[in-house]
Nanobody, 130 residues
Framework: QVQLVESGGGLVQPGGSLTLSCAAS????????IGWFRQAPGKEREGVSC????????YVADSVKGRFTISRDNAKNRVFLQMNNLEPEDTAIYYC???????????????????????WGQGTQVTVSS
């Protein structure tokens, strides 16, 4: 059974940091792209980041570039999203997902933030407020 579970969200002041974690089970993370999405109040769900199976095959959205970093630990079947210098506009529910990407719909290579999700986690709430 494929399952993704997010954790690490919470309340943080502007300028603060959080690290989100995505634990995968039912499949080996080593062979699949994982994407992070967020749903902010009054906004559409947007892709935030994508981590492919190859070293250095990562992308982040322009809105978070320089502040967010995606990484993975395949041995632990886990993907992380390190979020620094958080802003109130980052307030959202954050989701991780197993995704295909690009024109070829590859499950092993991210092509920017062109992502189609097959499995989603339950989400974790991030609130940035003073």
């Amino acid at each position: 059974q494929v399952q993704l579970v997010e954790s690490g969200g919470g309340l943080v002041q502007p300028g603060g940091s959080l690290t989100l974690s995505c634990a995968a089970s039912g499949f080996s993370l080593e062979y699949y792209n994982i994407g992070w999405f967020r749903q902010a109040p009054g906004k559409e769900r947007e892709g935030v980041s994508c981590s492919g199976t190859g070293d250095g095959n990562t992308y982040v959205a322009d809105s978070v570039k320089g502040r967010f970093t995606i990484s993975r630990d395949n041995a632990k079947n886990r993907v992380f999203l390190q979020m620094n210098n958080l802003e109130p506009e980052d307030t959202a529910i954050y989701y991780c997902a197993l995704v295909s990407s690009g024109a070829t719909k590859s499950y092993t290579e991210c092509d920017g933030l062109d992502m189609v999700s097959d499995y989603w986690g339950q989400g974790t709430q991030v609130t940035v407020s003073s």
